[in-house]
């Protein structure tokens, strides 16, 4: 049951990461809309991981599932944080790449795709164990 809810945890990670974030980015022309939309689907999967994550560390405390547990609540952190930046710059599509603001922007976002390819790595060694 443990090694189910985390292989889906980490089926998640991966589909929104490498999937779902390629196709919004590269098929929709506004970056703004195309990070709405990113933001709304990120904020629906922190609910339902945190409560897989809660399920995973009762059922099974150990090193690796107490780092998934803190990396995700690190993320969640990352993404309300990147909210408000984003929030402070308003249309991304209308500010220049090399804009100092933007460039802070485009490293917190890098930061949170890392801090989740980094949990979904935790989660298959978890259940390579």
């Given at each position: 049951m443990v090694k189910l809810l985390v292989g889906l945890y980490a089926g998640e990670i991966f589909s929104i990461v490498f999937i779902v974030s390629?196709?919004?980015?590269?098929k929709i022309d506004s970056k703004n809309l195309?990070?709405?939309?990113?933001?709304?689907?990120l904020?629906?999967?922190?609910?339902?991981a945190l409560l897989e994550l809660l399920l995973v560390f009762?059922?099974?405390?150990?090193?690796y599932t107490f780092f998934?547990?803190?990396?995700l609540l690190a993320n969640v952190y990352l993404s309300y944080?990147?909210?408000?930046?984003?929030?402070?710059?308003?249309?991304?599509d209308k500010i220049d790449i090399n804009d100092p603001r933007r460039v802070k922007f485009r490293k917190v976002s890098k930061t949170s795709s890392f801090l989740l390819v980094f949990n979904m790595i935790l989660a298959i060694l978890y259940i390579l164990k």
């Open positions: 390629y196709v919004l980015f590269k195309a990070g709405r939309i990113y933001g709304q689907i904020w629906r999967f922190y609910k339902i009762i059922l099974n405390i150990s090193f998934m547990l803190l990396g944080y990147t909210k408000s930046l984003k929030r402070s710059l308003g249309d991304i």
